[in-house]
């Protein structure tokens, strides 16, 4: 398991509940020695004591050189590096299952595309869902959609098929791992919902509440099925799991730091004074930018994602910025046609705004 944070332990403990022994990659050598001597991440997943078949280590090396199956589970934007790391000690052909969410700046690469450019001849797959890492370390009951480019022969074999090894391993009393084969549609839902989770928050913490969230989701879906289908994704693996499953988790919390981030900037709270300045990974900020970058070389309209990237990379106020959102022209549902007509100036009635807006 390369990546001792939060989702990192959480699934090394999960999958170290059955039969395989895991071992966890961290960083930093110390943080390997505390893990191993206290038999928990006090900094990461602090309340759970976890299974004595996972061992950290420091050296990536010694993390893989045994290794029949690895997961990538650092952020998205270490996921090139550390692909790179891990060439010179990998073993040939094992299986690599990716979990970070998000797609690449530079190249519009999924984070599984990322992964075959710098680890050819391995089998790679994405696990992505709607699973906080302390619930699902917990036990809380969870699942999740793991997704290989798998022949349907050898699908549920798991003596030839990597993904249903990995289902396996994965999978316990409590954490179900469900099968696809519609990569891009699995990833997409994992990059944009972080993004849609930001605008909820932004919104909530301006003062709106249940009405602006649902229609929030619901239209942050269609933009994840168009993106989807522009990338040869499917429209249904987007209502599964990993698209509504995970955007309606991650739209509904603040556990989520995507919409705890979204929350905190709506309320007027300067950035660099979110979550007390603290150095929290908020996947959804950085791929505002990349997401609509490929949607825009794809013409692909994403207007809520086009939203929040203004804010956060162009320095727009949140307030005027959604009120134009939400004054667009008329859209059928699902999108086929649009209707252009005369708005009066955009605004949205809110005293929070009006208090609050930065
Ligand atoms: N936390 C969750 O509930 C959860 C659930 C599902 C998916 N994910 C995804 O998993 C990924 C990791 O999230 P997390 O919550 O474990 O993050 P985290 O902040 O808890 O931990 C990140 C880990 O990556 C390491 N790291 C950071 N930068 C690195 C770099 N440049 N090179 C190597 N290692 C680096 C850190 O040392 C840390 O161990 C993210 O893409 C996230 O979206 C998280
Ligand atoms: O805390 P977040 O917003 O990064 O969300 C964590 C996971 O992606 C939820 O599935």
């Given at each position: 398991?390369?990546?001792?944070?939060?989702?990192?332990?959480?699934?090394?403990?999960?999958?170290?509940?059955?039969?395989?022994?895991?071992?966890?990659?961290?960083?930093?050598?110390?943080?390997?020695?505390?893990?191993?001597?206290?038999?928990?991440?006090?900094?990461?997943?602090?309340e759970?004591?976890?299974?004595?078949?996972?061992?950290?280590?420091?050296?990536?090396?010694?993390?893989?050189?045994?290794?029949?199956?690895?997961?990538?589970?650092?952020?998205?934007?270490?996921?090139r590096?550390?692909?790179?790391?891990?060439?010179?000690?990998?073993?040939?052909?094992?299986?690599?299952?990716?979990?970070?969410?998000?797609?690449?700046?530079?190249?519009?690469?999924?984070m599984?595309?990322?992964?075959?450019?710098?680890?050819?001849?391995?089998?790679?797959?994405?696990?992505s869902?709607?699973?906080?890492a302390?619930?699902?370390?917990?036990g809380?009951?969870?699942?999740?959609?793991?997704?290989?480019?798998?022949?349907?022969?050898?699908?549920?074999?798991?003596?030839?098929?990597?993904?249903?090894?990995?289902a396996?391993?994965?999978?316990?009393?409590?954490?179900?791992?469900?099968?696809?084969?519609?990569?891009?549609?699995?990833?997409?839902?994992?990059a944009?919902?972080?993004?849609?989770?930001i605008?909820?928050?932004?919104?909530?913490?301006?003062?709106?509440?249940?009405?602006?969230?649902?229609?929030?989701?619901?239209r942050?879906?269609?933009?994840?099925?168009?993106?989807?289908?522009?990338?040869?994704?499917?429209?249904?693996?987007?209502?599964?799991?990993?698209?509504?499953?995970?955007?309606?988790?991650?739209?509904?919390?603040?556990?989520?730091?995507?919409?705890?981030?979204?929350?905190?900037?709506?309320?007027?709270?300067?950035?660099?004074?979110?979550?007390?300045?603290?150095?929290?990974?908020?996947?959804?900020?950085?791929?505002?930018?990349?997401?609509?970058?490929?949607?825009?070389?794809?013409?692909?309209?994403?207007?809520?994602?086009?939203?929040?990237?203004?804010?956060?990379?162009?320095?727009?106020?949140?307030?005027?910025?959604?009120?134009?959102?939400?004054?667009?022209?008329?859209?059928?549902?699902?999108?086929?046609?649009?209707?252009?007509f005369?708005?009066?100036?955009?605004?949205?009635a809110?005293?929070?705004?009006?208090?609050?807006?930065?």
């Amino acid at each position: 398991m390369i990546g001792a944070g939060a989702y990192g332990t959480a699934l090394a403990h999960v999958a170290a509940q059955g039969q395989t022994h895991v071992t966890l990659w961290a960083r930093n050598a110390d943080h390997a020695e505390d893990l191993n001597n206290a038999g928990r991440n006090e900094r990461y997943l602090p309340e759970v004591d976890l299974a004595p078949r996972l061992r950290a280590t420091a050296d990536l090396a010694d993390a893989l050189s045994r290794a029949e199956a690895a997961l990538l589970v650092v952020p998205s934007r270490a996921v090139r590096d550390m692909s790179q790391a891990m060439r010179k000690v990998i073993p040939d052909g094992i299986p690599i299952t990716v979990c970070a969410k998000g797609i690449e700046a530079q190249t519009g690469f999924l984070m599984s595309q990322i992964v075959e450019d710098e680890l050819p001849g391995h089998s790679v797959g994405a696990l992505s869902g709607p699973t906080f890492a302390r619930e699902l370390a917990l036990g809380h009951p969870s699942a999740a959609t793991l997704a290989f480019a798998f022949d349907q022969a050898s699908r549920l074999n798991p003596e030839t098929s990597a993904a249903a090894r990995m289902a396996v391993t994965l999978t316990t009393h409590a954490f179900r791992t469900y099968l696809s084969d519609d990569l891009v549609g699995v990833e997409i839902g994992g990059a944009v919902k972080n993004v849609i989770a930001i605008a909820c928050g932004m919104m909530s913490g301006a003062g709106y509440s249940e009405n602006t969230r649902a229609a929030l989701i619901t239209r942050g879906l269609d933009e994840m099925k168009a993106l989807a289908e522009a990338l040869g994704g499917r429209r249904e693996t987007v209502t599964g799991l990993s698209g509504i499953g995970d955007l309606t988790l991650t739209c509904s919390s603040t556990t989520s730091r995507n919409m705890s981030l979204g929350t905190q900037l709506g309320k007027g709270v300067p950035r660099a004074e979110c979550f007390d300045g603290q150095p929290i990974v908020v996947e959804g900020e950085a791929n505002a930018k990349s997401v609509t970058d490929l949607a825009r070389k794809l013409s692909v309209p994403m207007p809520i994602c086009e939203t929040v990237r203004s804010i956060l990379h162009d320095d727009q106020p949140i307030a005027e910025t959604f009120a134009r959102f939400w004054s667009e022209p008329i859209e059928s549902e699902p999108r086929a046609m649009s209707l252009t007509f005369e708005h009066p100036a955009p605004t949205l009635a809110s005293p929070v705004f009006k208090e609050t807006a930065t």
